[in-house]
């Protein structure tokens, strides 16, 4: 199954690593080496029209790939149930 992430982005369940809250990720200092990090060596989508909410992380045939969505990842992580 697919899961709306944003934007009329859909992802594949089955693809997803983590629904992370990006707000917890930018407020401690691990995280956000974690999350600089992931900016700079992979492909990351925003799509989330500067209303940071969630980063959806990715795995598909090997790469990694993120989404930052405008929608929080506890309704994005009820979506998925």
């Given at each position: 199954m697919y899961l709306h992430v944003g934007s009329g982005i859909s992802v594949n369940e089955n693809d997803i690593i983590a629904i992370l809250n990006i707000g917890y990720i930018k407020n401690t200092k691990d995280n956000?080496?974690?999350?600089?990090?992931?900016?700079?060596?992979?492909e990351v989508v925003d799509i989330s029209n500067g209303n940071e909410k969630s980063l959806i992380l990715t795995n598909r045939k090997e790469k990694i790939k993120a989404y930052i969505s405008n929608i929080s990842a506890n309704t994005i992580s009820k979506r998925k149930l």
């Open positions: 956000q080496k974690f999350y600089d990090k992931l900016l700079k060596e992979n």
